[in-house]
């Protein structure tokens, strides 16, 4: 979300996001594998199947939940809109990709793919536009 | 928008670091400011000001005064 220098030590609301986001991370990593096999077993239906089908993208809500308090906590503001310019990055990405590959879709050209994809895209497009903006400051920076 | 920063601070022997620690900003910041690659916003460019006892005038040049 955030690009730290070497040896730059980590401001508060990177502490705090942090400590958020990875958590979420290690639940999802565990909540998924076993959701999956629960569910693709046909062990079960019903609400416990509701529950089993939600229950991974809820740590990812907690991540996006994570994503927006950092922005509304980051004091610096130029580390700030450089963390906007990659979601921006992001969300153009999400929305460039879900509109041509629907209509690819919907024109039988590519198969169907499940929405979930959208935070993975997502967070490609932070790290594709935040290494965008790096290379474009190193190179357009006046000595 | 030009600015003298990186003089001052010469003038005060500070490194980006310690001027990013009185400014509670990270030193890259400080440095896009520097190099121009970032205009702060107004109530950073007076607490730059401040710290350096300047007017704003003299540490950021105006783009409408700008060669």
């Given amino acids: 979300m955030f690009t730290s220098k070497r040896g730059e030590k980590m ?5 705090r996001y942090m400590w958020r986001f990875l958590p979420a991370m ?23 199947l509701i529950a089993l089908s939600i229950a991974p993208a ?4 907690v991540a996006i939940a994570a994503v927006g308090l950092y922005l509304i906590e980051e ?3 130029y580390v700030r809109m450089r963390a906007i310019i990659g979601a921006l990055g992001g969300t153009g990405l999400v929305l460039a990709f879900g509109t041509v590959w629907g209509f690819l879709e919907q024109g039988g050209v590519v198969a169907h793919i499940p929405a979930w994809f959208v935070f993975p895209l997502w967070a490609i497009g932070l790290g594709l536009s935040q290494g ?10 006046r000595p | 928008m030009n600015n003298r920063l990186r003089v001052l601070r010469a003038e005060r022997s500070w490194s980006q670091q310690d001027l990013a620690e ?5 030193r890259q910041s400080v440095n896009a400011i ?7 916003s107004l109530p950073l ?7 350096f006892g300047l007017p704003i005038e003299d540490v950021f040049v105006s783009p409408s005064k700008e060669q």
């Fill in chain 1, 132 to 141: 965008l903006c790096g290379l474009i400051n190193r190179w357009g920076s």
């Fill in chain 1, 58 to 61: 809820l740590p990812l809500l």
């Fill in chain 2, 22 to 26: 009185q400014l509670e900003v990270s």
């Fill in chain 2, 45 to 51: 460019a007076f607490k730059i000001a401040e710290l």
């Fill in chain 1, 75 to 77: 004091t610096d503001e």
């Fill in chain 2, 34 to 40: 520097e190099t121009g690659r970032y205009d702060p």
């Fill in chain 1, 11 to 15: 401001n508060g609301a990177q502490r």
């Fill in chain 1, 26 to 48: 290690v639940v999802y990593s565990l909540v998924i594998p076993v959701s999956s096999s629960l569910i693709d077993g046909h062990r079960v239906d019903g609400v416990t």
